[in-house]
């Protein structure tokens, strides 16, 4: 059974996964390539995974396909229990770790799909994200991708994955209470002062289309870091509207289009940041997505402190993003 | 000249070196090894560095010495200086990057190093420590070691690095306040806490000595991340007494060289954590060495949400290290 215990000093939490439990001898097999010659995600090999919890359908097969994480890193059954260990706390590791295989054919780069495939991906993560909320115990999840080997893909094969938690982690809590002090600062919501900036100046712009805005920001903590923001403010992804969803799927492509031919197809992470699963007022949050391509080594100093050095100010990687064709 | 960002949103600042500036073309070196067939480090190279800042010598040679990195994320010269750019804020990028060259031999790890050699260098930082805290431009430091080229060294030759801030980073300042919060709802302090638990149950224990003792926290964020905690708290690792870096050069001596049987030498990040340059009371807390070896890949769930997943139990990587002959 995973638990989730906390830092007594900065209050951080981890999960202890005892279910993908590693010995010190399995360490070695993360540095091997994920060629797999046999590929569980492809169309046909549908054994190979759990029984799906969701598939998006329109012809004879399957285009989307979502499935429980065979190695998850919390567990969907059970109640959230609370104990305290001497000085330690810690929770039972309930939540829900889901797999999205993002097309049946075998191909590992979503700039291939073309749009309406990426866009039907989109909509599956606001399906999820619309069902688990439901759930009580959970209190918010998070969508993420790892691109390539070097970003932490284990298959080669395009997918993302969904874990819901049945706390708000650290990083997504701070987001809400730096949005939430901005508002009450200035009485404007802080997604749409850098919105409104970031189109007036330009100079950290990278796309834009109807409903998207894509920004180098401006204190990028990793070289060409990229945020995906809606025009209108919403704080959560899965109450966007249908045009959203096509929108950010154009705005995907191009943009990791541009990325493949500036750095020629480097390893990525991408992250949506979804407001909480609550009713009260999020009105200072909007949902967006992070790319960070994985170019620099996450070393010491950044480890120490949470502070990161970027040798590459936003500025020159928008430009030359911006001027990249495709 | 680099400049300071903050995060408007999540209030997190970053370091824009632009003196360290890369172009997309540059990024492919960094997979590069590090194997250089001509080290900078190595005595009788000295001309290959900027003029030293510190030397520790005992006979002709030196035996430690400290010399300002050539490509430093911050610079030593100017004022600070603060401005807002629209809704953004900035800060002139003033500080120090030093290197600290850890022995005159080519030698790469720091295990195979005698006892009285590590404890030189653990002596040097904390004289380097106690001469930048005399400038009042600076508010901390932190000192770190990168092992290997995957935990992100650039050079073989066993060297750390010190940064010193105009600024308390996050971390840090997290860890303050986690550890004052601690000692104002239960009056004792959180390090000694753990240290008191840690010693009675010895499950996450995996050295001690006289001054030092190390576990593996109970809410490690990685496999086999280990602290190095000195028995007599003591906020400042520069004020601590010199027996204290006697005991701290063996525990780093045995722990690394267990690391490297059990993991078979494994890269790692070392991390100095010490209170900041100010004669406020810090009794709430404890200088102390965190060692992360870099064995999985932080992924987007990581980056997205602050949370860490960790499929090694800190209790199994405790007891693997300390029934581990040396």
Known sequence: MPTLR?????????????????????YGESVRSPQAEFCPFCAGNEDATPPPIAEERTGDGWDVRVVPNKFPALRSEGEITRRGEGIYDEM????????IIECPEHISDIAELDTAQIEKV????????????????????????NHGAQAGASLEHAHSQLIA????????????EGAKKYQEFRDRCVFDDILQQELDSEERLVYQNEDIVVIAPYASRFPFELWFLPRRGEPWYEHADLRTYHCLAEALQVVCRKLNRALDHPPYNLMLHSAPFTDEDMSHFTWHLELIPTLTKVAGF???????INPTPPEEAAKHLRDMDI
Chains 1, 2 share one sequence.
């Open 6 to 26: 906390k830092d007594p000093i900065g209050g951080r939490w981890v999960i202890i996964a005892t279910e993908r439990n590693k010995r010190p001898s399995d």
């Open 92 to 99: 039972s590791g309930i939540g829900a770790h889901e797999v």
């Open 122 to 145: 989109l909509r599956v993560w606001a399906d999820r994200l619309r069902e688990l909320r439901q759930d009580p115990r959970l209190r918010c999840a998070i969508v993420f991708k």
């Open 165 to 176: 938690l049945p706390i708000v982690p650290k990083r997504l809590a701070e987001e809400l």
């Open 302 to 308: 950044e480890w120490g402190t949470g502070f990161y």
